[in-house]
């Protein structure tokens, strides 16, 4: 590929995700966390929007994702994108510690409990010592998923998963805990100009705090884990919070 035809994936990329598209506020807020030199997966990376962002700040990304029209369009933005089955990738035992990181945004709601195990199980493998893994998921204790929204998204969503649990099984694979909590840019406001909407609001986040506690609003949350340097890792794990 010459110099110009990347020129102008790149610039295509940048003209199509722009500042506001899908995921990208939400998505840059978690690089700081990679700091491990070398690539970074993006499980089910879709159009390339965290890949691009990787690309963007001088990092190596490669997305995995199993619908080909993806895996176009990624490489049409001259993104790295492999079409491939997660599990038969991640099993592969020459994909073993060759990772910086791991992006799994919207992604582990797909999948049944046992599936998902053995999902998050294999890819701790890939990782290098020290590697961060960042899980993008609905909030569980959101008022809206709470009430029936996390099915009315997509037809392809499994099951909401809490970020506590999933902390706990990742802590028992070498993983340690270095941040959770709900995601301030899917926060669902509550004030508003416009009277009837904000005594629904109003309604909805009193309902949603008795309920679901706090956080009611918040559609996502997240959770980073790092790879630990050995056998002995899960010493340096914290404690189980909520």
Same mark, same amino acid.
């Given at each position: ?5 990347? !020129?102008?994936?790149?610039? @295509?990329? %940048? *003209?199509?995700? +722009?500042? &506001? $598209? ?22 089910g990376c879709n159009e390339g929007v965290?890949? !691009?962002?990787?690309?963007? @700040?001088? %990092? *190596?990304?490669? +997305?995995? &994702? $199993? ?69 993008v998921t609905p909030n569980s204790r ?20 809490s970020v506590f649990g999933l902390r ?75």
């Amino acid at each position: 590929m010459n110099a110009q035809t990347m !020129h102008q994936q790149i610039q @295509h990329a %940048r *003209d199509y995700f +722009g500042a &506001d $598209y899908y995921g990208r506020p939400r998505f840059a807020k978690f690089l700081p966390y990679f700091q491990q030199p070398g690539t970074i997966l993006d499980y089910g990376c879709n159009e390339g929007v965290f890949l !691009h962002l990787l690309r963007e @700040h001088g %990092r *190596d990304g490669l +997305g995995i &994702d $199993y619908d080909l029209k993806n895996i176009e369009r990624c490489r049409q933005f001259g993104l790295a994108a492999d079409h491939a089955d997660i599990f038969a990738f991640t099993a592969d035992p020459a994909n073993h510690n060759q990772y910086a990181g791991i992006m799994m945004a919207d992604f582990v709601e797909h999948f049944d409990p046992y599936p998902l195990q053995q999902l998050l199980e294999q890819s701790v493998h890939l990782l290098k010592p020290g590697g961060t893994m960042v899980i993008v998921t609905p909030n569980s204790r959101s008022i809206h998923m709470a009430t029936g929204g996390f099915y009315e998204f997509t037809i392809e969503h499994h099951n909401p998963y809490s970020v506590f649990g999933l902390r706990q099984y990742l802590e028992k694979h070498g993983m340690e805990w270095v941040a959770s909590d709900v995601d301030d840019d899917t926060r669902t406001p509550v004030f508003t100009p416009h009277p009837t909407r904000f005594a629904r609001n109003i309604g909805i986040w009193i309902l949603g705090r008795i309920l679901c506690g706090k956080g009611c609003m918040h559609e996502t949350t997240y959770l980073i884990m790092r790879k630990g340097d050995g056998a002995d890792s899960g010493r340096f794990a914290r404690s189980p919070q909520r």
